[in-house]
């Protein structure tokens, strides 16, 4: 049975193996037109993931807590009616 510090351990050294693996096979191994290029559509798509995070993480705040820019004022609704 796995525990969940053998989890880890195998995260964190999976990690490491994939950095070096990019590094040396994949960066280095390629013209440097073609780093450059991998390398700004690794940061494009990186931009793109973390703002849509962001606006998740934001929405489920909002939707957790009922604050935000699009929570209702439900006082300022009932005495206008």
């Known amino acids: 049975m796995v525990t ?3 989890l ?3 995260l964190v050294v999976s990690v490491v193996d994939l950095v070096r693996i990019f590094l ?4 280095l191994g390629v013209g440097p037109l073609t780093a450059v290029s991998f390398l700004v559509g690794a940061g494009l ?4 993931v973390g703002a849509f995070g962001y606006l998740v993480v934001g929405a489920a705040r909002d939707q957790l807590t009922g604050s935000g820019a699009s929570a209702r004022d439900s006082g300022s609704e009932e005495t206008a009616r």
């Open 45 to 48: 798509t990186t931009a793109a």
């Open 8 to 10: 880890i351990v195998q």
């Open 4 to 6: 969940v510090v053998d």
């Open 24 to 27: 040396l096979e994949v960066l």
